[in-house]
């Protein structure tokens, strides 16, 4: 399995910014993350979360890591 797909966990940060009419600049500012940080994360490309940083988005958008997080069926043999 390459690298990059090696997860199947899907981030929704841009759908609970769309809900509740927030930017990700906006987001930035609450929650002391950079934009371009936050951007990796909407995109798809993250490796990794910090808790804390997991936290604060949380608290800033009002939402469980389950909101913002799920994680996609497996496929088998690549179908």
């Given amino acids: 399995m ?3 797909d090696a ?3 899907v981030c929704h ?10 930017t990700l600049t906006a987001l930035s500012d609450a929650v002391g993350v950079s934009v371009v ?3 990796v994360m909407k995109n798809q490309r993250a ?5 804390s940083t997991l936290t604060a988005i949380c608290d800033a958008l009002g939402c469980t890591p389950g909101d913002l997080f799920s994680v996609e069926s497996p496929t ?3 179908t």
């Fill in 37 to 39: 940080n936050l951007s």
């Fill in 76 to 78: 088998v043999n690549g």
């Fill in 2 to 4: 390459p690298a990059e």
């Fill in 47 to 51: 490796r990794a979360i910090r808790y």
């Fill in 7 to 9: 997860h199947r966990v």
């Fill in 13 to 22: 940060l841009d759908d609970l910014l769309a809900e509740r009419g927030m």
